[in-house]
């Protein structure tokens, strides 16, 4: 049985996650579950929701909830890392310091990204070493810390051999409603996808070797990517918010119907309509805040007042897709998913060593990705901005240079001018004073 740490342990996920492994024990066999947060207190709260969690299935695992480092990560096998740099108060920042200049505000994509990128780099680092220096030498680190492109890109400058691998739910995400959408478990869906992060296209979506994207296509075009009462996905993305979001691939597909996008395109290809919907006085971040986050610290306080818990928190696809990544990991099953790995050719006409989001088979030694071939010139210029913007803001971070750290927001597609590229990276170095390097 595995020992496994839970970084950033006081996250509002990590009940959810716990629970994705409880139903998983049998092929994911676990000795010791760890959660480790700097913020004692918020985990604190946290910790007796995840604790009943596990006692309801299990009496033999041990549970430890700790701010030191070693006690965390001593002998681990495995740590799951979700780290928010800032927490909820600096999302809050990232996404309105750009709406107050007519800019997406968005909490990894745009200038709100490239802040909370600006954030976590270095922190991600720091985690690295500390789980290298105390964990088996053989542990997977898997990471699902946002915004998951740039952290990863910082990973592999700095800490090129470590043993992470970086994962997004976004694309499983999709395969969910796809699977909903076609009446088909979404294990049974093989799909070929290319991009970087939550900047990516579904090229096929076989099911028994047949491709049932035209298919589809059809009903993404009446619906979105959601069934027609949105009922059929997870709570988390069925809140309206993300309703909204699966529903609004719909003008992309109908401008470019070859692929299909993931939704995070929308915030690059229609920016102002984005804007247009947003509330710069009360964003996304207001949202979690006041709902998934307080009703799982009310469904705490209720828990320890009278010993029972209410149903506060979500066990979504998020929980078993990092699951499955690990088992896979543990166990070599090689099993196909989408990560983000070091394309090494994958995409044939993207850099050597660009980290892209492909599917890959996942081994006890890592992603072998797979090859998607060269994309059309339309998607291989856009993701060539991308990441150029993404890379330079590393670089920025790497150098402390505020002339890398422009270029990084003026070369973002939801950025239209070097003016208001300015505006906002002034802002944001205010607001981010305690937390970024030096510019
Ligand atoms: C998806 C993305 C994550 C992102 C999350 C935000 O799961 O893959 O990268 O952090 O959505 O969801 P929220 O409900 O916090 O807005
Ligand atoms: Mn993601």
Request: aromatic residues 8%.
């Amino acid at each position: 049985p595995f020992i496994l740490s839970i970084a950033g342990g006081g996250s509002t996920y990590t009940p959810g996650i716990v629970k994705s492994l409880m139903v998983r024990l049998e092929d994911f066999p676990l000795a010791e579950i760890r959660l480790y947060d700097i913020d004692a207190a918020r985990q604190d709260t946290i910790a007796p929701v995840v604790e009943k969690v596990i006692r309801d299935h299990s009496q033999s695992i041990k549970f430890i909830v700790t701010s030191d480092a070693e006690t965390a990560f001593s002998g681990a096998h495995f740590v799951f890392a979700q780290m928010r740099v800032g927490q909820y108060k600096m999302r809050e920042q990232d996404e309105k310091i750009p709406l107050r200049h007519g800019v997406v505000g968005q909490e990894t994509c745009g200038p709100g990204g490239l802040a909370y990128g600006l954030r976590t780099i270095l922190p991600m680092v720091e985690l690295i070493d500390l789980v290298e220096r105390y964990a088996d030498k053989n542990a997977w680190i898997v990471n699902y810390s946002n915004p998951a492109a740039i952290v990863a890109e910082g990973v592999r400058r700095l800490r090129p051999d470590a043993r992470v691998l970086n994962i997004c739910d976004m694309p499983v995400a999709a395969m969910r409603n796809m699977g909903a959408i076609l009446g088909v478990d979404r294990h049974k869906l093989e799909v070929d996808y290319f991009g970087l992060n939550h900047f990516g296209w579904f090229t096929q979506v076989r099911v028994d070797g047949e491709d049932r994207l035209p298919e589809l296509r059809e009903h993404v075009a009446r619906f979105g990517l959601l069934t027609e009462d949105a009922a059929q996905t997870d709570p988390q993305h069925a809140d309206p918010s993300w309703v909204k979001t699966w529903r609004n691939i719909k003008p992309m597909m109908d401008h470019f119907p070859q692929y299909l996008p993931n939704p995070y395109l929308q915030y690059y290809l229609m920016p102002n309509e984005i804007v247009a919907h947003q509330d710069p006085h009360y964003t996304r971040a207001n949202e979690v805040m006041d709902g998934r986050e307080k009703k799982l610290f009310a469904a705490a306080a209720e828990y320890k007042r009278s010993g029972i818990l209410p149903d506060a928190f979500h066990v979504g696809v998020h929980g078993a897709f990092i699951v499955d990544v690990a088992c896979s990991l543990a166990f070599n099953l090689r099993q196909r998913h989408l990560v983000i790995v070091e394309n090494k050719g994958a995409i044939a006409n993207l850099p050597y060593d660009a980290m892209v989001e492909v599917p890959a088979y996942i081994t006890n030694h890592g992603p072998e990705p797979v090859r998607m071939g060269a994309v059309p010139l339309f998607h291989q210029t856009l993701l060539m901005q991308q990441l150029a913007s993404e890379q330079l803001l590393v670089e920025a971070t790497l150098e402390g240079s505020y002339e890398k750290a422009l270029q990084a927001f003026t070369l973002n597609r939801t950025v239209p001018t070097m003016q208001h590229a300015k505006a906002i990276l002034d802002e944001m170095i205010e607001a981010n004073r305690d937390y970024w390097p030096a510019l």
